[in-house]
């Protein structure tokens, strides 16, 4: 079992940044797929952003230019770096760690609220 823990979340006006965090409980964490996924109220989870074990990195288009995913694999860390927040981004964001191959898993981290607001 992974254990994914998220941090970062908050109140930040139209325009500004966050940079959320999850780190992993796992030591097999350079073998995973990381990924950020967030849940607006009403609406079904969807993608934000992904990085590979390899750093190759997907952006769902609405966040494309202006969120950044990186990975710090000696902290088994997962950053979302938001610029330029709109109030359509706000939402529950969730850390997601796969692993495709065995011991294969799919895990998720509790979320953290980000909300932005004037």
């Known amino acids: 079992q992974v254990q994914l823990v998220e941090s970062g979340g908050g109140l930040v006006q139209p325009g500004g940044s966050l940079r959320l965090s999850c780190t992993a409980s796992?030591?097999?964490?350079?073998?995973?797929?990381m990924g950020w996924y967030r849940q607006a109220p009403g609406n079904q989870r969807e993608l934000v952003a992904t990085i590979t074990s390899v750093g190759t990195t997907n952006y769902a288009d609405s966040v494309k230019g202006r969120f950044t995913i990186a990975r710090d694999n000696a902290k088994k860390t997962v950053y979302l770096q938001m610029n330029s927040l709109t109030p359509e981004d706000t939402a529950v964001y969730y850390c997601?760690?796969?692993?495709?191959?065995?011991?294969?898993?799919?895990?998720w981290g509790k979320g953290t609220l980000v909300t932005v607001s004037s």
């Open positions: 997601n760690a796969e692993r495709s191959v065995y011991p294969r898993g799919n895990y």
């Open positions: 796992t030591s097999l964490f350079t073998t995973y797929t």
